[in-house]
């Protein structure tokens, strides 16, 4: 019997960038199956993410609110577990919300909302835990040139991560299946799968890396390091060691990059066909999305951390076969907790209290629905960053405490090549999205709030060091699972 209210599947990415998948333009990539979902549905061309890093990214994607409302601004920050998360509301709605793979939650709540949650992450579920070893690949996973470096054929184990993801889900679908042939599925699923791809090691299975290996392209925008780079840039590329990178530590780590894409690509295809083959497809609405985006050597640069369009922006596909609109691409301004407010409304859920999100349904069915056209983003870090971003119509402020900031037109200057803020015919444009940036949100209040939040961490990982809490869900990632061929 099928079900009134939908099934939702929602799969997230870690470190996607849009431009590298086929159905936003890349000629390249090899991307079937996320072409196909975006034939079948909704692409949209202009999400943006509400920080550049994943943590508070993903906590604000869960909760609906802006980094500093959730006071998590850096990957050691927790979530307060009294914030609903869209997970609590799809709950309260009749859904029994189940995680597969990746969230990145730190703390001692690794559910917020979800009641079942069948992979865990890599990383210790409390600050201060066990870390990591990546061995062959130690240091690789950050933002540093060893991941250049250290790039090219052979593994990653954020790829056997994922592959225990994909057959949890695939799994997990079957069973749902069963119960659906021998009449038991009395209520609608919510299933959210968690992938660490394409996220850095820049290291690929050979399979997949000679897919690419002699046929990838340098970087689009080369911006070569000097004193006329933006203060921020300047010392972020030293403190990185990118202020030159070697043509071959390009072609390999953009090589790999690339493959895993590919490699993603084909296990969401594996949860798709497993989903279609167990006739659960039919009232299932599906969205692809990522946490936010990389750079790739664009502009020079690597990982996140910055507000170009490379980082920034994500891919966003959204497909309700028989309800939504097929093979249509939205341009409008949108930002990830857009997302999360449209998945709530898709499925009858009630919205959540104090979600800064809008839902695109409206939208959709209507092209002619007033819809203001932006979307908000923010990095912040204990090195002194203060930094938020607004995209707003055509323009986008990149905004640097103490720092000069940028300001660009996008429909005449796509890349961002040419900083308007000095030009005196943007003069108002820049002042009116300074004052957007900056409308209850205070960079110096945020450096006392993480001062103090800094302090309280000490704290939580000294503990942890001394007690050595269990990790109740934690994906056992192996020194042996990370090499170079």
Known sequence: ??????????????????????????????????????????????TYCPSPICVPSRMSMLSGRYPYENEVWTNSHILDSGIPTFAHAMGAAGYDPVLIGRMHALGPDQLHGYTERLVGDHGPNHPGGGGVDHGELSGTAGPARVSLQKSGAGQSAYQVHDEDVTAATVDYLNRLGVQ???GLLDKPFSISVGFMLPHQPFVARDIDYQLYDGRMTMPKINEPFSDELHPYFHWWREKCGITEVSEDEILRARTAYWALVTRMDIMIGDILSALKENDLDQNTIILYSSDHGEQVGEHGLWWKQTFYEHSVKVPAILSWRGNL???????????SLDLNATMLDVLGAQPLPNSRGRSVLPLLN?????????????YCTYDGCFHRMIRYEDWKLNYYHGQPSQLFNLKVDPDELHDRSNDSACRDVLVE????????????????QMEAKQKDTQVLGKWARNTQPIDLFR???????????
Request: with cysteine; net charge negative.
């Open 475 to 485: 994906w056992n990632l192996l020194p042996e699972m990370d090499y170079l061929d």
């Open 433 to 448: 999205l300074t004052d957007m940036v900056l409308d209850g949100w205070n960079p110096n209040t945020i450096a006392q």
């Open 1 to 46: 019997m099928q079900n009134q209210q939908p099934n939702l599947l929602y799969i997230h990415s870690d470190q996607h960038n849009p431009y590298v998948t086929g159905c936003y333009g890349d000629q390249l990539v090899q991307t079937p199956n996320l072409d196909r979902l975006a034939a079948e549905g909704i692409v949209f061309e202009n």
């Open 180 to 182: 659906k042939r021998a």
């Open 325 to 335: 609109p097929e093979g249509i691409r939205c341009d409008n301004v949108i930002s």
């Open 366 to 378: 209507d092209e002619d629905t007033e819809w203001d056209d932006i979307a908000f983003s923010e």
